[in-house]
């Protein structure tokens, strides 16, 4: 049997023939994206308020600045945005962070969730802790030993979790003001070792988490600031819907819904405190 021998002439042919079309289909293919994104605004506001707010959420450890949209396309947007460490003294720089959404998600590696010291001492709040007498008067004779002046940051663990209105209450009684260097830990970060679910972030919120989408400063209520917060936590959940993409950021959206529906607060996340104020 006579086996012919390949024209190799006409493959290669072929193949150049099928490579030119490849990448011609591919270069018509970014001048109509490119062409789209000059007529069509591609520039999604949702992904903004969705997905950088998300990302305050579950980084409540970081200051992260108003982001902005780059390299956008029919494929892929990426939301850029610059963040530091919520510290006591002054900043060391701050970080660059990307959120890139394309065909298979959204992706933010750096941006799942707290780290750090800070990080540790909001995973060990729950949801109701119970008077703990040792461990109040343990940090009480901790901070006495320091100078009252010191700047910090800590997380406050309620030893019973308070209503907007106690808290309100509270505030007022000692002379407390909300504001950027205050967060509220309305659902205490979750895992459990016998179960298979992820584990999910804790959901911390700061009404200064929406301010990019304003550009406008956002006005604070010194002992009522509670109020204003959990209302806008409540508007900004109330955009979201259950095929939110945020496993990411290790939330979810039932989280999300219950912890604005019961509007407790559990804790705060506080920096640039006098501990005299800790106290």
Not at 62 to 87: A, N
Not at 187 to 195: A, H, K
Not at 234 to 251: I, T
């Amino acid at each position: 049997m006579n086996v012919r021998e390949p024209d190799w002439t006409y493959v290669a042919r072929s193949l150049g023939k099928v490579l030119a079309v490849t990448a011609a289909l591919f270069l018509a293919f970014s001048a109509v994206d490119r062409v789209l994104g000059v007529f069509i605004n591609l520039e999604d506001e949702r992904m903004a308020q969705v997905y950088a707010t998300a990302a305050r959420v579950a980084n409540p450890d970081k200051r992260l600045s108003p982001g902005y949209r780059q390299d956008g396309g029919l494929l892929e947007t990426t939301l850029t945005l610059w963040g530091e460490p919520r510290r006591a003294g002054p900043s060391e720089g701050e970080v660059r962070y990307e959120i890139v959404e394309d065909l298979f998600g959204v992706h933010a590696p750096s941006l799942d969730g707290p780290s750090g010291d800070l990080a540790d001492a909001i995973a060990v709040v729950e949801a109701d802790p119970g008077a703990d007498t040792e461990s109040t008067e343990r940090a009480r004779k901790t901070i006495d030993g320091l100078p009252q002046t010191l700047d910090a940051v800590a997380v406050v663990e309620f030893s019973h979790s308070m209503t907007t209105e106690r808290l309100v209450t509270f505030n007022r009684r000692h002379k407390i003001c909300g504001g950027a260097d205050v967060s509220y830990i309305y659902s205490p970060y979750y895992y459990d070792d016998s179960s298979s679910d992820p584990r999910v972030n804790a959901v911390v919120w700061n009404r200064d988490m929406t301010q990019q989408h304003s550009w406008t400063e956002v006005a604070y209520q010194c002992e009522t600031e509670p109020e204003a917060a959990l209302a806008e936590f409540r508007r900004w959940v109330g955009l979201l819907d259950d095929g939110e993409d945020l496993g990411m950021f290790e939330l979810n959206y039932d989280w999300l819904t219950e912890a604005a529906g019961e509007g407790v607060v559990h804790g705060l996340v506080v920096d640039r405190w006098k501990l005299a104020d800790l106290r």
